[in-house]
């Protein structure tokens, strides 16, 4: 059961989400916590009808960068690691530039991160309170929908993003 004070943060949060440019910035506020990506899984393939559809993409795109990862507390002796976000992110890589393409497809980075410099513009598109509990035993806060443009190029990438109740710390 879910108290009338973890609500009002939930809500506070889902706000503050839905107005942000830079989420790792954001929950670092949040949380008073340094926080790190740590990618799960990296790829590039060829975008959906819909990929293409959502980043705009031109019929001669052939390939997309997908990121699947977390963002966690960057020193915690939690074990397993304190999680926070868990994120799905395809990313138009043709429109990046040359240095973030090389970092985000070779290193840790977080995606966020990496395009902050440029002035990326984060457009959520929505926000839905869950409560399932995941495979590693983490509670699921909040399902986040939204697409990363850059200043003259548009669209470069679409993120989903799982918000965990460690975030409300």
């Not at 990862?69 to 043709?94: D, E, K, M, N, S």
């Not at 699921?140 to 710390?169: F, K, N």
């Amino acid at each position: 059961m879910t108290s009338s004070d973890e609500l009002a943060r939930r809500s506070r949060l889902a706000k503050a989400i839905w107005n942000t440019d830079d989420l790792t910035t954001l929950l670092c506020d949040f949380t008073g916590l340094g926080l790190k990506a740590e990618l799960r899984s990296r790829e590039l393939r060829p975008p959906s009808e819909l990929e293409r559809k959502d980043l705009q993409l031109h019929v001669g795109c052939k390939n997309v960068l997908v990121r699947d990862g977390v963002t966690q507390a960057a020193i915690h002796t939690a074990q397993p690691p304190l999680v926070l976000v868990a994120f799905h992110a395809v990313v138009a890589r043709h429109r990046l530039p040359d240095e973030v393409r090389e970092a985000l497809e070779h290193g840790p980075i977080g995606l966020g991160v990496a395009l902050r410099p440029y002035g990326v513009r984060r457009h959520t598109h929505g926000i839905g309170f869950v409560e399932p509990v995941d495979d590693v035993g983490g509670r699921q806060l909040l399902r986040v929908h939204a697409t990363l443009s850059l200043p003259g190029i548009g669209p470069v990438a679409l993120v989903d993003e799982i918000v965990y109740a460690s975030a409300l710390r």
